[in-house]
């Protein structure tokens, strides 16, 4: 019977996904050795708060000195405090030290990704990022290796799960935006401040990373066009439906014309789409390559266990040598400009009803042609009528100059609401 090779991980940080790693390697270490041959186990765990209760941690492990941790016989360093600092400094020290890091980081990553990627490769160790995005979900691993033989085309994800969440809410249980965002909040999926997930910089730093593995470069986080969710109303998700769409937040990157273009919006699904059936905080991605075709990945892109299970992966990948460096090549990915035509869902918070006609004319005159129009009347004196379009294919510039002609007309009683709809 052959024996199983020792390996030792410094864990830094233990909260949500670092107790979850220490709950996952112990249920499952047996059939990690019976897989993989190797036989796992913690040299110290880095915390901020000794006495802070952590179910099934081994309190003797723990400690406040960064350096017990990094410095003290492990063979991979795990990452998993996040934000900007101390966690970079944590792993440039691990890298120097020559030391395989794991991380978990996408704010480190989308930052200073390429850096640290850069100084691992010369440093000979290797840095593992599975977890950084869609958690459970093994799509970098995916994207590096699986489809490795492929020109990928494009893109296509639900990538916050607290956006995904909230737009579930609205849609199936009639919420309005505030009460779902708290909602998700009290459940743990949502930041207290919300801004990053909401406004759509979360799905943007994911998108900039999944992209650049795809299309093996560069590319600025400034180069993600972003729109958030904020204005959606629970009267937008109920009209889609009626259209026979879901409202999403879409994470979009496509190649085309020699460079790649890459936006977070909210977007009109059609029902059969297989992004609109996915559900509260899961995630998803499409990925369309040259020679698989479409395929489809979906799963838990948040929690304890499904990102420990990420985490979990990469630490054993490396401790069975089974991944070589990986590389991110210096050249910047071109950007494209590319202003695809998309069909459009307008909403214009109106005084009067009868605007209606008044707006219509001003798209036409911008050559937007208007394939339904519906104008809402307030029901009560609180409420205010809307007027709303379903336009033909149109370009954002074209859409640009035809809302800002429309916001000049003094019929708006608050902000317009304007929103793709996907094929
Ligand atoms: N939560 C998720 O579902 C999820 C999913 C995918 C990726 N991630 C990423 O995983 C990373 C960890 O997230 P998390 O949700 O587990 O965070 P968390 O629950 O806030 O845990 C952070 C841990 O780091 C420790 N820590 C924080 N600052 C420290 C410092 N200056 N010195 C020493 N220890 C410090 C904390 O110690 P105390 O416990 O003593 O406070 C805590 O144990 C982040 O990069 C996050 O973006 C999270």
Redesign the pocket.
């Given at each position: 019977m052959s024996t199983a090779r020792h390996y030792k991980i410094g864990l830094?940080?233990?909260?949500?996904?670092?107790?979850?790693l220490v709950e996952l390697v112990n249920r499952n270490r047996g059939l990690i050795r019976e897989r993989s041959g190797i036989e796992l186990s913690f040299t110290k765990i880095?915390?901020?708060?000794?006495a802070?209760k952590?179910p099934g941690v081994d309190r003797n492990l723990l400690t406040?000195q960064?350096d017990h941790v990094i410095n003290n016989g492990c063979d991979v360093v795990v990452e998993?405090?996040?934000?900007l600092e101390?966690?970079r400094s944590f792993i440039q020290r691990a890298l120097s030290g020559r030391k395989h890091v794991v991380?978990?980081?996408?704010?480190?990553l989308a930052a200073d990704g390429f850096a640290l990627l850069n100084k691992a490769v010369s440093q000979r160790v290797q840095f593992g990022f599975e977890?950084?995005v869609c958690?459970g979900i093994p799509i970098i691993r995916a994207l590096q290796s699986g489809l490795v033989g492929n020109s990928i085309r494009s893109l296509t994800g639900i990538l916050n799960g607290t956006c995904n969440y909230i737009l579930t809410r609205m849609a199936d249980a009639g919420m309005p935006f505030v009460d779902a965002l708290r909602e998700a909040q009290g459940k743990g999926f949502a930041e207290a401040d919300p801004t990053l997930d909401v406004d759509g910089y979360d799905a943007a730093q994911k998108l900039k990373i999944l992209a650049e593995i795809a299309w093996g470069g560069r590319i600025a986080l400034e180069t993600v066009q972003i729109e958030g969710i904020r204005n959606i109303t629970l009267d937008d998700v109920d009209s889609a439906r009626k259209l026979g769409y879901a409202v999403k937040q879409v994470a979009h990157a496509e190649f085309n014309d020699g460079g790649v273009s890459l936006s977070v919006h909210p977007a009109l699904l059609p029902m059969a789409h297989p992004l609109a059936s996915v559900r509260d905080e899961n995630n998803a991605v499409q990925v369309k390559g040259d020679a698989v075709g479409e395929m489809f990945f979906h799963g838990k892109?948040?929690?304890?266990l499904?990102?420990a299970s990420a985490v979990l992966s990469d630490i054993v990948d490396i401790a069975s040598h089974k991944r070589s460096l990986t590389r991110i090549s210096a050249r910047a990915v071109p950007v494209a400009g590319a202003d695809l035509p998309y069909q459009r869902y307008l909403r214009f918070p109106v005084g009067e009803p009868s605007a209606i006609g008044k707006i219509t004319s001003a798209l036409e005159r911008q050559g937007i042609g208007v394939d339904r129009a519906a104008a809402i009347w307030a029901k009560t004196s609180s409420e205010q009528s809307q007027v709303k379009f379903v336009t033909q294919s149109c370009q954002a510039d074209t859409l640009r100059a035809a809302l800002s002609m429309v916001s000049t007309l003094g019929l708006l009683q608050g902000d317009y609401v304007a929103l793709r709809l996907a094929a």
């Open positions: 830094l940080g233990c909260g949500t996904v670092g107790q979850g880095l915390v901020r708060d000794l802070k952590r406040i960064p998993l405090v996040g934000g101390p966690a991380t978990a980081n996408k704010a480190l977890a950084s958690a892109g948040a929690g304890s499904p990102s």
